[in-house]
């Protein structure tokens, strides 16, 4: 005579959903927060350098000397010769924009960089960073290139727009992480909440967080393709 076993209910979708979000949040965590605990301060040696310099040029903008010379070495928009923006593109990672709140910025440049340098290391958080920041600078030429009769096209009065700041930076380094770390919720939260500032306000800035964000990402699936087929078998 067969016994009936009851069936075991099925967690519903709030329960899946909060199960998976606390997943990500520990793949997210445990390896900043293990370090952290180690070494403290000392884990975050390029993210404290990130903090500090662009604090500096944030209060360098406030003077009569220091707008120019922040200018001449960070200064970057798409109007100025293409060899000159390369060269003052890895410095306008660290300049803030002079008419926006800085500790945004700080606030940003802390938790992102922090926590990519503690989970991927300073030298690739670095070069993420440079790619996106880079990613954005090169497509806003592009897009001033192709022209506003062009769907993916702007004025060429964006050309005068300075064009600095760590967010394509950061912005990047949270699809990188995201990827390395299996977490699609937050990559899929970025991106939605990136598009949508964009259709919700159409400025030069979040077409470039766009772009940033696309480089690293086909950069981030190139480097995971590589690394697999490394892998021993």
């Known amino acids: 005579?067969?016994?009936?076993?009851?069936?075991?209910?099925?967690?519903?979708?709030?329960?899946?959903?909060?199960?998976?979000?606390r997943g990500e949040w520990g793949r997210l965590t445990a390896v900043p927060a293990r370090e952290l605990r180690a070494h403290g301060v000392w884990a975050?040696?390029?993210?404290?350098c990130t903090v500090l310099l662009t604090l500096g040029f944030w209060l360098a903008w406030r003077t009569a000397w220091g707008g120019d010379v922040v200018r001449v070495l960070g200064g970057v928009s798409a109007g100025i010769p293409l060899p000159l923006a390369l060269l003052r593109t890895p410095v306008s990672l660290f300049v803030p924009a002079p008419d926006l709140p800085v500790?945004?910025?700080?606030?940003?440049?802390?938790?992102?960089?922090?926590?990519?340098?503690?989970d991927l290391g300073a030298r690739r958080t670095l070069v993420i960073a440079y790619l996106a920041t880079l990613c954005g600078t090169l497509t806003?030429?592009?897009?001033?290139?192709?022209?506003?009769?062009?769907?993916?096209g702007i004025d060429a009065r964006h050309g005068d727009v300075?064009?600095?700041?760590?967010?394509?930076?950061?912005?990047?380094?949270?699809?990188?992480?995201?990827?390395?770390?299996?977490?699609?919720?937050?990559?899929a939260g970025v991106w939605?909440?990136?598009?949508?500032?964009?259709?919700?306000?159409?400025?030069?800035?979040?077409?470039?967080?766009?772009?940033?964000?696309?480089?690293?990402?086909?950069?981030?699936?190139?480097?995971?393709?590589?690394?697999?087929r490394r892998a021993p078998a």
């Not at 975050?44 to 404290?48: F, G, K, S």
């Not at 700080?106 to 992102?112: E, P, T």
């Not at 806003?140 to 993916?152: C, F, Q, S, T, W």
Request: net charge positive; with cysteine.
């Open 1 to 21: 005579m067969s016994t009936l076993v009851p069936s075991t209910p099925r967690p519903g979708l709030l329960a899946r959903t909060g199960g998976a979000v």
């Open 44 to 48: 975050i040696p390029l993210t404290c």
């Open 103 to 118: 500790w945004g910025a700080l606030v940003q440049v802390l938790i992102l960089f922090g926590v990519a340098e503690l």
């Open 140 to 152: 806003a030429r592009v897009m001033i290139a192709l022209g506003p009769d062009h769907l993916l």
């Open 162 to 187: 300075l064009d600095t700041g760590p967010s394509a930076a950061v912005v990047g380094l949270v699809v990188c992480i995201a990827m390395v770390r299996r977490a699609p919720i937050l990559l």
């Open 192 to 228: 939605i909440l990136m598009i949508a500032e964009v259709v919700a306000k159409p400025n030069l800035a979040g077409r470039e967080h766009i772009a940033a964000m696309a480089g690293v990402t086909v950069c981030a699936c190139a480097y995971l393709a590589w690394r697999r």
